[in-house]
Structures are given as C-alpha cells and as structure tokens.
C-alpha cells in the first residue's frame, strides 16, 4: 500500500449524524487473491452512499460480509450497534430482517408466485408490523411502491427484467428494513428502466427515510443517489467524498472511473 | 500418485462434509416451526412425478424377469415355484432396488439440479439475508418427503411388476390370478417383507440427502448446476449398493436369509 492510499484510507467523515453501519479493517482473500486489504467505512443513517469499484474489484464479497453471507478473514462489521460476527443464528435473522438487500440479478424465488415471493420474508417477521396489518395489505402497499401490484399473481418468467427488479425491490421493501443494500441495482437493465429503477431508488428513500449502500459501477446512478462516494480500489476504500469533489478529481486511478 | 492422494483427500472431505450436513439435518428437523406446506408439497410432487416412470419400470422388470426365468424352471420342471420365486426376489431386492436406482435418477438428479440453480441464481442468499432458514425450509422438507413417499413408491413399483409376472404365467401357463398371487403370498415371510420396507427408507434419505447436498453447495455458473444434477445421480447410486449391502448383511444375522 502506498503513502498516498494510506492517506485515503483512514480519511474520517466529520458529521453529526449516527452511525447505522461500520467496517472496520475488512480483509478478504481467495487463495492467493486478496480482494480486500482492509476496507474501512462507515453510513450513517438517512444517508445514500455508493461504493464504486471496478469489475472483480470486490464490491460484491465486501457487501456479503456486511449480511453475513460470507465470513471476513479479518475485520469488524457492526450494524446499528451489533457485530454480525459475534451473533448466534437466531439474533442474526433478527438483525438481517432490518436489512434489504437487492441482489443484482433480482434473485426471484422462481418456482414461487410474485405475491409468494413477497410473502417469504413475512412468514418469520410478522411481529415486527401491528396485529390489525395483515399480508395481503402488506404485499399489494409494497408492490404499488414499484408500480406493479397487477402482477401479483404472475410467475417471475412472466416478467422482464425491469419487472423483475422492482418486483425483487418490493420485497427487499416488505419488512421495512432500516438499511437497505442495493447490488448493481441498474446492471443488464436498459438505460430508461435503469432510470426507472433509479427513481423507485429515489422516492424509497424520501418516503421511508432508509439508509443505503448502492454498490454500483453506474456513474449516473452514482450521481443521482448518492449523497456520498467511496471509490474501491486494490480492495481498500481508495477514496471518498461527494460526486462532484470525486469527478473533478486529477488522481489517473479515480479519473479512469469518470471518463466513461 | 499425487494426483491419486488429491482425489483420495477430496474424496474423505466430501464424506465428512456430507455427514455433517446429514447432521445438520437432524438439527433442524426437531426445530419449530416447521414446514408443514412445504413438506407436503415436496410429497405430492415426490409422488406424482415418480409414480409413472416406476410403474412402467416396475412392470417391463416382471415380465422380463418371468421371461428369462420361466424356461429354466421348466427344464427342472419346477415351474410351479414360478410366482414364488418372483414374489420373493421382487419384494426382497429387485423391486426397492430398482425404483431407489429409478428415483435416484429422477428425484435425485432434480433436486441437485433445483438447488444448484437456486444457488447460482443466489435465490438461496434472498432466501438467507431475509432473516429465513433456507436450510430448514429447501433441504428439511425435500429429505424428508422423499424418505417418506420412496416405500410408498416401493410397494407400488412391487404390485405392478408381480402384476406383470402374473401377465406371463398366464399367457404362457394359464395361471389364475388368484392362484398366482396366492402363492406369491404364500412364499413371503415377516422376514422378507420388514428388512425391505425399513431399507427403502434408507434408500430414500440417501437420494434425498445427497441430492440436496450437491445442489445446496453447487459450484458457480451453469457447469456447476450441470455437474451437480450429474454426481447427485452418480453418488445417490454407489450410496444405494452400499446400503443394499449392509440391509442384506444385517438381514441376515436377523433372518438367515
């Protein structure tokens, strides 16, 4: 690591606002393929923040260890006060159910109706909403959140893949969840669905005050999104800052990422 | 010779890895809340989906079997002992046999394929980052239905293939229903008919098992889901021999067989 990604690397973010979401010294290897080398963040809540990596760069594995998905060979993950790595299975599920994560290539259960998919995660977090809520009310509110509650009774092949990816975020939006993790959100989508899906994006956070990580190597959903940047870069968190500061930025590594 | 000490490696790994997901099994199957809706639709899919291709198996096997059996009983004239015969070799080992090997290749390799694709697909993740047992809910209720409707399967595939032998003793000896399968009953003993059912539950917990287990941990990519449906198969039926080997061996220190 050189002195300059050092600099980088412990840059502090001064603000009043709580933490929701830290990592702290994240590393992760594949064999001899070290993909993270100590990546440090931090969200706070009500806030949007892009992570921004090249392919591979391993935005996929750092938001994996986030939910648990995958094991970190070292490093901290603490959301809303807790380390995944130090919960049991039951308290996991419980603290996963404040969580959504939008998978990239939507993850439809697909022998499962649309209304089924949406009713899974309900089947273990029905506590979590008023007795008088019941799952048909739930579905068809977070189902018209994305435009699309006359597709309730269709199969996932019954739709495209724009469909397919408001469908897979109304049900990362039924539980409600406190933070929510957006995978490539806009990827293998046509520019106007991309755009579509960038503003269900958009009115989500307005209207349930979420926090969220959109892991993304779209500079225009960067753009529109986020209200602040860490760019991934030889798995460390490289640089961060607002998208102005970043774009306008002489350093040939984070250039690279606006040129397109 | 390491290439040999590689393979030998994986292969013990890949033994341990498989018991401790059977173990796993175990857990979670004594965990509330089950899956009750789940389970029965696994059952009726176990069941449906299998029950014609057993059925014709079980069928074409009785009339080969009376076919290639009956001239040389004729030549030492025992062709008397024909539904006898048939009775016990079906019940005992042709029959569980052969539909296990039939459902290995049908439930076993659909299973790995299901899950190998719901894995690559990450629609296991969904299923984990939503705070849900995907453990519980995919591989519980799948292992479970098939150890459950396997002898269901069994004593069906059974009665189609002595109705089949039955077919051929009357063709070729004019024997009546009633006299066939009474001799047929006649012949079987407790001993021939428990040591059967309890291995076909056996037989249905390892194509179940192993079919989940390569799905469930299947590799990346579409090879992957591929390669998974493939071993489910080839596992499943190894797994069958060796069991159908110790079922006879303990059967026999029970019955003398």
């Known amino acids: 690591m050189t002195e300059s990604q050092k600099t980088y690397h412990s840059e502090e973010v001064k603000t009043d606002k709580q933490v929701i979401l830290e990592i702290n010294d994240l590393h992760k290897s594949f064999g001899d393929n070290h993909v993270l080398n100590g990546f440090n963040m931090k969200l706070f809540k009500g806030e949007s923040l892009v992570i921004m990596g090249k392919s591979g760069s391993g935005k996929s594995v750092m938001i994996k260890c986030m939910v648990g998905l995958m094991t970190p060979d070292k490093g901290r993950v603490n959301i809303m006060g807790k380390s995944i790595l130090d919960l049991g299975q039951a308290e996991l599920d419980q603290l996963r159910a404040d969580i959504g994560f939008l998978f990239q290539g939507s993850a439809l259960y697909d022998s499962m109706t649309v209304r089924e998919n949406l009713e899974f995660p309900l089947r273990r977090h029905m506590d979590r909403f008023d007795s008088d809520l019941n799952t048909e009310e739930l579905v068809i509110e977070a189902l018209e959140n994305v435009g699309l509650a006359d597709t309730v009774d269709l199969m996932p092949s019954e739709l495209s893949g724009g469909m397919q990816r408001r469908v897979a975020l109304a049900r990362t939006l039924i539980l409600r969840p406190k933070i929510i993790l957006y995978d490539e959100p806009t990827s293998g989508l046509d520019p106007i669905t991309a755009k579509e899906i960038i503003i269900l994006m958009q009115n989500i956070q307005e209207k349930y005050g979420t926090s969220s990580i959109i892991i993304t190597h779209d500079v225009d959903c960067a753009r529109v999104v986020g209200d602040r940047m860490i760019l991934l870069i030889d798995g460390i968190n490289y640089k961060a800052g607002h998208f102005k500061e970043l774009s306008l930025s002489e350093d040939p590594k984070i250039k690279a990422f606006f040129k397109q | ?257």
Not at chain 2, 58 to 65: A, E, K, S, T
Not at chain 2, 78 to 87: C, F, K, L
Not at chain 2, 112 to 131: F, K
Not at chain 2, 148 to 175: H, R, T
């Open chain 2, 1 to 257: 010779m390491n290439s040999f000490s590689f393979k030998l490696k994986t292969f013990f790994l890949e033994i341990g890895e498989l018991s401790l997901f059977a173990g796993r099994f175990f857990k979670e199957l004594f965990k509330r809340p089950f899956e009750y809706s789940e389970f029965l639709r696994q059952c009726y899919l176990v069941g449906n989906k299998s029950i014609v291709l057993v059925g014709l198996t079980g069928f074409i096997i009785g009339l080969v079997l009376t076919l290639q059996t009956r001239p040389t009983l004729a030549e030492f004239g025992a062709v008397s002992w024909m539904p006898s015969m048939v009775g016990i070799s079906i019940v005992r080992e042709i029959g569980p046999m052969i539909t296990a090997l039939v459902c290995a290749g049908k439930i076993g390799s659909g299973i790995g394929a299901e899950l190998g694709s719901m894995r690559v697909t990450e629609q296991i993740d969904a299923m984990e980052v939503s705070g849900t047992n995907p453990f519980k809910f995919l591989v519980v209720t799948r292992i479970l239905a098939v150890t459950m409707m396997l002898p269901i399967l069994i004593i069906f595939g059974d009665a189609i293939a002595l109705y089949g032998s039955y077919i051929i003793e009357n063709l070729k000896g004019n024997v009546s229903f009633q006299l066939f399968f009474n001799q047929v009953f006649d012949a079987l003993e407790f001993g021939d008919i428990l040591p059967a059912t309890i291995k076909s539950f056996f037989f249905g917990f390892a194509i179940g098992l192993v079919g989940c287990f390569k799905g469930y941990f299947c590799k990346k990519g579409t090879a992957g889901v591929g390669k998974a449906a493939n071993s489910a198969v080839v596992y499943t039926s190894i797994l069958l021999f060796i069991l159908d080997f110790i079922a006879v061996f303990v059967a026999d220190i029970f019955y003398e067989l």
